[in-house]
């Protein structure tokens, strides 16, 4: 069994002040793994003064090993900082940076041979849904990490609807379970040696709130959660909550 996942993705907020927080105000807990993912510039603070109470992560890495490319941080850089994962394919960096599924992928496999956890998203906007195209949109995004998933190393898939991103409107547990099941589904088809290994986690206005419906079907494996993150209490809630659902 393996243990349920919160992430913690700061988007571009916070402060060193919210960094020495969390750490202040963190109660580890031993069945339930927890990365935050600061803005890069926290990363290190965050690092130094965690002491392994949780993980660290980033929220991009670049394509790239090096080079001349003005503002990217590459995949081995933020290893040998100690961090531990690395966010990927995120909504927002498809939307608003113009990231494709093949310079995702490219990311993801940079990622994992670094030795960082590639967490890769994948989601559907308002229109893909409303025209049925939701499954068929995923199952493209995940189906663009095939070579990826056909290596070793740890790697999770966070289902982000796009139409419950930052807008307080969270998919209802029946339209996220079923949208994760069809993960599943296409993992096997895809990965089928490791398909079952990989952790599917939800991210869409995961708050204190919601989160005990949420961790109640076994689909759910964690959970990457935006603005509840940056509120240490929320946060601490949701940690609540996945040590009681226990492990998946």
């Known amino acids: 069994m393996a243990k ?13 002040a919210l960094a020495d927080e969390m750490v202040a105000g963190f109660a ?11 803005p890069a510039v926290f990363v290190s603070r965050l690092i130094e003064r965690a002491q392994g109470s949780f993980e660290v992560g980033l929220q991009d890495v ?13 995949a081995s850089m933020a290893a040998d900082l100690g961090a531990t994962a690395a966010i990927v394919g995120h909504s927002e960096r498809r939307d608003e940076h113009g990231e494709s599924d093949a310079v995702i992928a490219a990311k993801a496999l940079k990622a994992l041979a670094a030795g960082l956890m590639p967490v890769i998203c994948v989601g559907e906007s308002l229109a893909e849904r409303e025209s049925h195209q939701a499954e068929a949109r995923v199952r493209a995004q995940i189906e663009a990490q095939i070579d990826c998933l056909a290596l070793s190393g740890d790697i ?14 969270s998919a209802s547990a029946a339209e996220a379970v079923a949208m994760l099941k069809e993960i599943r589904k296409v993992l096997r088809e895809v990965a089928a040696d490791r398909a079952d290994q990989i952790r599917i986690l ?18 759910i494996q964690g959970v990457l959660v935006g603005g509840a993150s ?3 209490e929320q946060f601490a809630a949701i940690i609540r909550a996945a040590e009681k659902a226990g492990p998946v």
């Open 4 to 16: 349920r996942l919160v992430i913690a993705n700061w988007k571009m907020n916070g402060s060193l």
């Open 28 to 38: 580890a807990q031993s069945n339930v793994d927890v990365i935050v993912v600061p």
């Open 62 to 74: 670049s394509q790239f090993d090096n080079g001349a490319h003005t503002g990217d941080v590459s």
């Open 156 to 169: 999770a898939i966070a289902y982000e609807p796009l139409w419950a991103i930052g807008t307080g409107k």
């Open 202 to 219: 939800y991210g869409g206005s995961v708050n204190g709130e919601n989160i005990a419906g949420l961790f109640s079907h076994e689909e």
């Open 230 to 232: 940056l509120d240490t």
